[in-house]
């Protein structure tokens, strides 16, 4: 009776929700930002379908997370409504098609098989998986799921430092049956923030940093995170992402060689790579704040710095600050 009841409250919730002005066609808008996890969504022009996706931040190495990930069983215990999931063909390390059951509340089970492909490019200092429904594989529909036919998305991890990395999950996906979407959207809005949540919590298991020693990704992620020429791509390509100034960026990276350095030598320390990080956009603000007691102000001021510090962190393509408009903002 609860779960009818339910339904109802949430038609009456997008009835109200479907009178509210649509934003800009394709823009992502954040509608979350709770326990370290931002959660964006934007509708897909030309379609009623909506995409989402979550950005947060995860003490641990790129390649413990990805021993995760690859644990297909486990999803149960971190990925949004999955009431089961297996594996049902593995090409390679990288490359398997999984089959996953779905409960979500209100409506009629679902279940999906997915292909996921992992590339990692250790020179930019990042890690795709991007997923997507396939029928690749034939997996009989049992008469109480209803089977989703289109579904994408991806988990990109990007380096922050040796054990730090910053994670982004994205999903597009058209919940089938007969429910309308929108009723389907309440809860499926929120996958990205619950998975991640909960992935942050799986990730600290030790069997997953047992598996990851020695594998291919721990020594290549390794030996960029002592390359001083990696480290200057890696960390720069970070910064330049969040200046609307990139030549004065590029110019303050490259007279600061000894914070590089000493980056290399920390072995990818993220202390030691956040210090620098504060350093150069210090000098950024200098450089571009022509007031220098005004530059001087805003550099003390903590609240901003640390502003500054989670964009960088958090950014995605739902960031719309850079550390100018930060600035501009604390200036007024």
């Excluded at 049956?177 to 799986?202: E, T």
């Amino acid at each position: 009776m609860r779960k009818y009841a339910f339904a109802a409250l949430m038609l009456f919730l997008c009835g109200f929700l479907s009178e509210v002005p649509a934003q800009t066609s394709g823009a992502w808008t954040k509608i979350k930002d709770s326990r370290g996890i931002k959660l964006y969504e934007r509708s897909v022009p030309g379609t009623d379908l909506m995409e989402y996706m979550g950005v947060t931040v995860i003490d641990e190495k790129m390649e413990v997370i990805g021993e995760a990930l690859r644990d297909i069983p486990k999803y149960t215990e971190w990925l949004a409504d999955c009431e089961s999931a297996r594996v049902e063909k593995k090409y390679d390390r990288n490359t398997f098609v999984l089959y996953l059951v779905l409960d979500p509340p209100v409506i009629k089970k679902r279940d999906v098989v997915l292909r996921n492909s992992a590339v990692y490019d250790y020179d930019n200092g990042n890690a795709r998986i991007n997923f997507f429904a396939t029928d690749e594989v034939t997996v009989p529909v049992e008469q109480k799921n209803v089977r989703v036919t289109n579904m994408k998305g991806l988990f990109k991890m990007e380096y922050l430092g040796r054990n730090k990395t910053k994670f982004i999950y994205q999903l597009l996906s058209d919940p089938s049956g007969g429910i309308p979407r929108k009723v389907a959207y309440v809860s499926m809005k929120n996958y990205p923030f619950d998975s991640l949540r909960d992935l942050k919590k799986i990730v600290k298991d030790s069997k997953y940093s047992k598996i990851a020693a020695g594998t291919e990704e721990e020594i290549q992620i390794n030996e960029r995170s002592a390359s001083e020429k990696d480290i200057r791509r890696i960390f720069g390509n970070t910064l330049l992402t969040v200046v609307m100034q990139k030549k004065i960026m590029e110019d303050i990276m490259d007279g600061n060689l000894e914070g590089i350095k000493k980056i290399a030598a920390s072995g990818g320390d993220y202390a030691v790579i956040e210090q620098i990080a504060r350093d150069n956009y210090k000098k950024y603000i200098d450089r571009t704040v022509p007031d220098p007691q005004k530059a001087e102000t805003l550099k003390k001021n903590k609240k901003l710095i640390t502003e500054i510090t989670d964009l960088i962190t958090t950014h995605s393509e739902g960031s719309r600050e850079t550390i100018d408009s930060i600035v501009a903002r604390y200036s007024r």
